[in-house]
T-cell receptor
Framework: QKEVEQDPGPLSVPEGAIVSLNCTYS??????FMWYRQYSRKGPELLMY????GNKEDGRFTAQVDKSSKYISLFIRDSQPSDSATYLC??????????FGTGTRLLVSP | EAGVTQSPTHLIKTRGQQATLRCSPI?????VYWYQQALGLGLQFLLW???????NRGNFPPRFSGRQFPNYSSELNVNALELEDSALYLC????????????FGPGTRLTVL
């Protein structure tokens, strides 16, 4: 079993839709949770960073962590074609390597 | 402020050769991480350097090695290249022991023929 599971998609939505991206994990020691966005043939770009459980909002993006269920989510409101990319969840115990999900490919059509 | 830079952008080698990839971290960052992103496998952790020392390594054979220089830039060496080493190699940097917030470079695409 992988430490971090993420549906590879692709997830296709129309412009303006609310997008929900999710990851589950098995290691209860993870405390720091991140979402990265990766455009084709580019390096990952840090979108959201959350410590422990709770919600964090930044513009159209909301990150949610539920440590009791070992489940994290990223919500994108009013999705745009420019949001089309692969979204990677990542997590760590702290002062350690990041463990990544395999990424979900998102396609937002005009 | 300049981000993480990597060179070369693309590298083509034949099986058995050696490849050298380079990374310059964000100014002020002392930790450098290397990841391999092979098709369909996601990002796999390779190596972590901080203050010139190797702090951790992932589940890769010893022919993957590297070093960190006094200016905190880093080099990844892959010896005896195999076809399955073809991948995007990503470098990330962070402040000292703040590995939870890593910033990535654009990557070096290595193709082994």
């Amino acid at each position: 079993q992988k430490e971090v599971e993420q549906d590879p998609g692709p997830l296709s939505v129309p412009e303006g839709a609310i997008v929900s991206l999710n990851c589950t994990y098995s290691n209860s020691a993870f405390q720091y949770f991140m979402w990265y966005r990766q455009y084709s043939r580019k390096g990952p770009e840090l979108l959201m960073y959350t410590y422990s459980s709770g919600n964090k909002e930044d513009g159209r993006f909301t990150a949610q962590v539920d440590k009791s269920s070992k489940y994290i989510s990223l919500f994108i409101r009013d999705s745009q074609p420019s949001d089309s990319a692969t979204y990677l969840c990542a997590m760590t115990r702290g002062f350690q390597k990041l463990v990544f999900g395999t990424g979900t490919r998102l396609l937002v059509s005009p | 402020e300049a981000g993480v830079t990597q060179s070369p952008t693309h590298l083509i080698k034949t099986r058995g050769q050696q490849a050298t990839l380079r990374c310059s971290p964000i100014s002020g960052h002392t930790s450098v991480y290397w990841y391999q992103q092979a098709l369909g496998l996601g990002l796999q952790f390779l190596l972590w350097y901080d203050e010139g020392e190797e702090r951790n390594r992932g589940n890769f054979p010893p022919r993957f090695s590297g070093r960190q220089f006094p200016n905190y830039s880093s080099e990844l060496n892959v010896n005896a290249l195999e076809l399955e080493d073809s991948a995007l190699y990503l470098c990330a940097s962070s402040l000292a022991y703040s590995g939870d917030t890593q910033y990535f470079g654009p990557g070096t695409r290595l193709t082994v023929l």
